[in-house]
């Protein structure tokens, strides 16, 4: 996916995540982490794809919301943290749209890609006469797939943090 998009995106869903959580970060600081998000693609340009685009680099990022969490630096935190979701956003993109990423890298250098997932309905009265047929099929793209889990990741965070 082009620069731009992962970085619209990547502003979306931080957007999202702070109103979501009740943050009160500004647009600035927000644009600025979906900045750092992008710039796993350079390992485009000078390593090889493999290097940035795994989950390592999101883990790092968790652990560091967590470190910023025990040291009482709140901002840290939280822009550790959405930047943690941003990068993981960038993943699920990648995999959803091009050749996949090699998600456990340096581990392994197996690419892992989303699958187009097909949804079939049914009626309830066609379930119990025992005459299945189905009513329409919703065929959902790999970028499809992407986004959704994005928005999982975004509703789990944000779900969390209310939990806890
Ligand atoms: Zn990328």
């Known amino acids: 996916m082009d620069t731009l998009s992962h970085f619209v995106l990547a502003l979306l869903g931080g ?3 702070v109103k979501g959580l009740g943050q009160k970060h500004g647009l600035l600081p927000l644009a600025a982490l979906a900045f750092l998000s992008v710039l796993i693609d350079a390992d485009h340009f000078w390593f090889r794809r493999l290097d940035m685009h795994n989950v390592f680099v999101v883990g790092f990022l968790a652990l560091s919301a967590i470190a910023f969490s025990f ?8 822009y550790a943290a959405i930047l943690a979701v941003m990068v993981c956003g960038h993943l699920l993109i990648d995999m959803g749209y091009g050749q996949g990423v090699a998600l456990f890298y340096p581990l392994t250098r197996g690419i892992y ?7 079939e309905m049914t009626s309830a009265l066609q379930v ?12 959902i793209s790999p ?3 992407a986004l959704s889990a994005y928005a999982g ?3 789990l965070m944000i779900g969390a943090r209310r939990l806890g």
């Open 71 to 78: 040291l009482k630096k709140a901002r840290l935190r939280d």
């Open 128 to 139: 119990h006469t025992g005459d299945i047929d189905k009513l329409s099929e919703v065929v």
């Open 153 to 155: 990741v975004i509703f």
């Open 15 to 17: 957007y999202a995540l």
């Open 113 to 119: 890609a989303l699958p187009q997932v097909g949804v």
């Open 143 to 145: 970028m499809g797939v």
